[in-house]
T-cell receptor, first 109, second 115 residues
């Protein structure tokens, strides 16, 4: 498996539901970031969580980090159709930043 | 708008052509990156420039040649490409320096098709 690997690969939910995506990694990290990418466009930074933090919030986003399990989760609450996108975690392992393959989220109106 | 622009947005080229991709950032950053994104594959880091110096080259074939004339501009020169080089090429920038990889700001990408 890769340094950063999201799970599930694809997720389909109804508008208003919550969406949870997970990211697992292998080595020690300095921080972990989540990015969103709308179809065929560039990535947009969502949130950064440092290795000494356990939880962070930004609007409808909640990110957790468990360094003992080497995993992070991204929760999007009260999802909207506009949240339809691919979501990537990026791990900063001190010498380089590595992106995972992403979770494709579809929010059905 | 993220402050990072890329031109062209779409490019179709033959295998014998020479073309260049351009990236410009208006964020005052000192680090710039080229990524390749192919269908069903993770984002692949190609090159990193920090204060105009190339600091990473991830075994990219020589048919891709980067150029960073200043901290605001980054080019990717393409020549004799192969059909498997068709992909979305993304440019990004970050603050740079020893701790400046943290948040990267991405351009919209150039969709390249090699025939």
């Amino acid at each position: 498996s890769q340094q950063g690997e999201e799970d599930p690969q694809a997720l389909s939910i109804q508008e208003g539901e919550n969406a949870t995506m997970n990211c697992s990694y292998k080595t020690s990290i300095n921080n972990l970031q989540w990015y969103r990418q709308n179809s065929g466009r560039g990535l947009v930074h969502l949130i950064l969580i440092r290795s000494n933090e356990r939880e962070k919030h930004s609007g409808r986003l909640r990110v957790t980090l468990d360094t003992s399990k080497k995993s992070s989760s991204l929760l999007i609450t009260a999802s909207r159709a506009a949240d339809t996108a691919s979501y990537f975690c990026a791990t900063d392992a001190y010498d380089k930043v590595i992106f995972g393959p992403g979770t494709s989220l579809s929010v059905i109106p | 708008e993220t402050g990072v622009t890329q031109t062209p947005r779409h490019l179709v080229m033959g295998m014998t052509n020479k073309k260049s991709l351009k990236c410009e950032q208006h964020l005052g950053h000192n680090a710039m990156y080229w990524y390749k994104q192919s269908a069903k594959k993770p984002l692949e880091l190609m090159f990193v420039y920090n204060f105009k110096e190339q600091t990473e080259n991830n075994s990219v074939p020589s048919r891709f040649s980067p150029e960073c004339p200043n901290s605001s501009h980054l080019f990717l020169h393409l020549h004799t490409l192969q059909p498997e080089d068709s992909a979305l090429y993304l440019c990004a920038s970050s603050q740079g320096g020893t701790s400046g990889r943290e948040t990267q700001y991405f351009g919209p990408g150039t969709r390249l098709l090699v025939l």
